[in-house]
């Protein structure tokens, strides 16, 4: 975005390729997805569009998307898929929970309309940090700030205040707190409003879709690439940054490991979780209670991963995704609880060999590194906890496909140490466990004049659309409001 704004931009990538979570690698004709793939709404525009799809479009590189609807849904109520966009939930609700649960659910949905509307009425990609943000909400979106009431302040408190008001049905509750721990690592006592009240306009309005981008991930990584180097940006693979140059309390570069300074004319922007940034700054350049309020952020606990290649014969029909939730009552929090499991080549079969498929489960913000910390990559203690903890994992996947052992040919298992290792992020976290209501998410301005944060430690939610939204408030916190008002006219918000 920095770039799109004609601001001359180097990124210092520490890994030897480009994507940071989000990356993918190949080994004997798979792909491997390392991070995301479930997503919607990239292929959407206008307000209702979600942040990455307005970074790609403000930076002109559309996606080749793949739309589907299905995701294979095993709950302890039972097992359903689930074709968003149709109104088979409500079918699959009946059978599993009854007519109450459908009665209250259609409630929910009536109850869940104003703040849909609210949530889409000043997208993230309008915001800045600067005293030029009043101007631009304001002159831009006072109307629809008006049309929207008292549901917009309403937007950031917790998403169970609105299911208080609606139902205490155990089906509903059970599910929006595993919606809410899809989107931010955390039930909906702890999630934002606006998280699921933009999912609600996502998956539940008719003819909704889900989407897969043609490439997988790295399609995503490759097109914010084409973006970056056309506007003359540059990206520095294998760079790993030391510390944030600081001198007369501005932020005005960076010191390599290999002894070399970049400098910066502008800003530095760390994408750097908020506990990694502050141990890159000097000590003395920050204020003591800045640095210990940033490094008290709350995290959330780290992943495990099971990536296979397997024989596809005979498996016609099977979908993208399935989600395995072992039980409601230890909650979707607990350990090796709730299990995603995404088969990407079902979609894209040139992610693997003919005839095969590539598989990626994984136990979301749910593995703690406290099992880990201890041990070492590569000695024979760790190995032997992989196979320990990668067990759950193989049983999720036993329930999509039976003989799913017999079938594979390569096995490859993540852990916090690797996510720790390969994103350099602190305790291999997956991001901010903040509370809605009870913490105060942290902004991309810091004490240090010139030095910005973005990812998904500073912003609400999780994951890709944190980044995207939070990358997008800090370029458009460099440039003038009409820089600014400009790209929010060229993508049509």
């Known amino acids: 975005m920095a770039a799109r704004y004609g601001l001359d931009v180097t990124v210092c990538e520490s890994h030897s390729i480009p994507g940071g979570a989000a990356q993918g690698w190949k080994q004997d004709g798979y792909h491997f997805e390392a991070g995301p793939s479930l997503y919607s709404g990239m292929a959407s525009t206008g307000r209702g569009a979600n942040p990455l799809a307005h970074v790609l479009q403000a930076i002109g ?28 939930f409500i079918s699959h609700m009946h059978r599993l929970a009854g007519p109450e649960a459908v009665a209250d659910w259609k409630r929910l949905q009536t109850a869940m309309e104003p703040y849909t509307k609210a949530a889409a009425a000043v997208p993230s990609m309008a915001l800045r940090q600067d005293p030029a943000a009043a101007i631009t909400l304001l002159g831009r979106y006072l109307p629809s700030l008006f049309s929207s009431g008292t549901s917009s302040a309403r937007l950031i408190k917790p998403a169970s205040e609105v299911l208080d008001e609606v139902t205490k049905n155990p089906f509903i509750r059970h599910w929006m707190d595993l919606l809410c721990f899809l989107l931010q690592g955390q039930t909906a006592d ?4 606006a998280l ?18 043609r490439g997988g991930s790295m399609g995503i990584v490759s097109a914010l690439l084409r973006g970056l180097k056309k506007k003359g940006g540059r990206l520095l693979l294998n760079t790993h940054v030391e510390q944030i140059v600081v001198e007369g309390g501005r932020a005005v570069g ?5 002894g070399n300074i970049l400098r910066a004319r502008k800003a530095v922007v760390s994408n750097a979780s908020v506990w990694d940034t502050v141990k890159l700054v000097p000590a ?26 397997f024989d596809a014969t005979g498996l016609e029909g099977l979908e993208m995704h399935h989600i395995v939730v072992q039980g409601w009552e230890q909650g979707v929090q607990a350990e090796q609880n709730v299990t995603l499991v995404s088969i990407a080549s079902i979609q894209d079969p040139k992610l693997a060999p003919k005839g095969k498929h590539t598989l990626h489960a994984y136990h979301p913000a749910t593995e703690p590194f406290s099992h880990w910390q201890h041990l070492q990559r590569g000695t024979p203690e760790y190995e032997q906890k992989k196979q320990e903890r990668s067990q759950a994992l193989w049983r999720a996947v036993e329930k999509c496909i039976s003989d799913i ?3 594979t040919e390569i096995e490859l298992v993540g852990t916090p140490l690797t996510h720790q290792h390969f994103v350099r992020k602190h305790r291999g976290t997956y991001g901010h466990s903040m509370a809605a209501g ?12 010139g030095l910005l944060c973005c990812g998904d430690s500073v912003f609400p939610g999780i994951g890709v659309p944190a980044v995207a939204a939070s990358g997008a408030i800090a370029a458009n916190s460099l440039v003038p409001i009409w820089a600014h008002w400009k790209m929010l006219n060229d993508i049509g918000v």
């Open 61 to 88: 590189e559309p996606l080749d998307i793949i739309k589907y609807n299905g995701w294979n849904v095993m709950i302890p109520e039972g097992q359903f898929v689930d074709r968003v966009g149709t109104g088979d």
């Open 196 to 213: 699921i009240a933009f999912m609600f306009a996502d998956w539940y309005k008719p003819n909704a879709s889900l989407e897969f981008p």
């Open 405 to 407: 052992h017999e079938r």
């Open 254 to 258: 960076v010191r390599l490991r290999d």
């Open 190 to 193: 702890n999630t934002i409003l």
């Open 438 to 449: 009870k913490d105060d998410y942290r902004s991309s301005r810091t004490p240090v004049a």
């Open 284 to 309: 003395d350049a920050l204020p003591v209670q800045w640095r210990q309020e940033a490094l008290a952020t709350p995290p959330c606990d780290s992943f495990m991963h099971l990536h296979l290649g």
